[in-house]
């Protein structure tokens, strides 16, 4: 077996001068870039001062639709549960009591309707499977908190308010 410092090439250098060891052209180039950056229009936005415009296709937060009598559309088919890849979506059904089905478009609504935001992957796959187009990935960006209780979101936050209020 042959040792392996003959297959090692030796690389030579040459003496740095006063200048370079001494790191003043590395210096003055790294002041150079940042002069040249300090100048420069900031691409930073200052949410929530300012808003960013966001494309057509972007899916932001939920929103539960009603009608235009102000009537939920969800009629807790549970698609959107089933739909839902990342299992996010928590629905309970209930029926109608005797007396209010002259009040409502069906006999089923969504008792209690919760979407736990840290789980959801906002792929849309709830919206394209609602019958209804009761569901809209059409919101404002999800806002920041500190505790994981308050990214579940139930029909207080998202059903949107009636028209005629």
């Known amino acids: 077996m042959e040792p392996l410092t003959s297959k090692r090439k030796v690389i030579e250098s040459k003496p740095l001068n006063f200048l370079e060891r001494a790191y003043l052209p590395a210096i003055l180039s790294g002041l150079r870039i940042t002069g040249k ?8 936005i200052r949410y929530p001062e300012q808003k960013r415009e966001f494309s057509e296709n972007f899916r932001g937060m939920h929103s ?11 009629t ?8 839902c890849p990342a299992e996010a ?9 005797p007396g ?7 006999e089923k609504y969504a008792a209690v309707y919760e979407i736990n935001m840290l789980r959801c992957i906002f792929c849309g796959l709830c919206e394209e499977a609602c019958p ?3 569901i809209y990935l059409d919101g404002d960006i999800v806002p920041s908190n500190y505790l994981r209780k308050d990214f579940i979101y139930g029909k207080d936050k998202l059903v949107e308010e009636p028209l005629n209020q």
Do not use: N, P, W
């Open 37 to 44: 950056h300090f100048f420069r229009k900031s691409v930073t």
């Open 64 to 74: 539960l639709k009603r009608d235009e009598e102000g009537r939920e559309r969800c």
């Open 76 to 83: 807790a088919c549970g698609l959107c549960a089933l739909s």
């Open 89 to 97: 979506i928590t629905m309970i059904a209930a029926e109608r009591q």
């Open 100 to 106: 209010e089905e002259h009040l409502y478009r069906e």
């Open 132 to 134: 209804k187009e009761a």
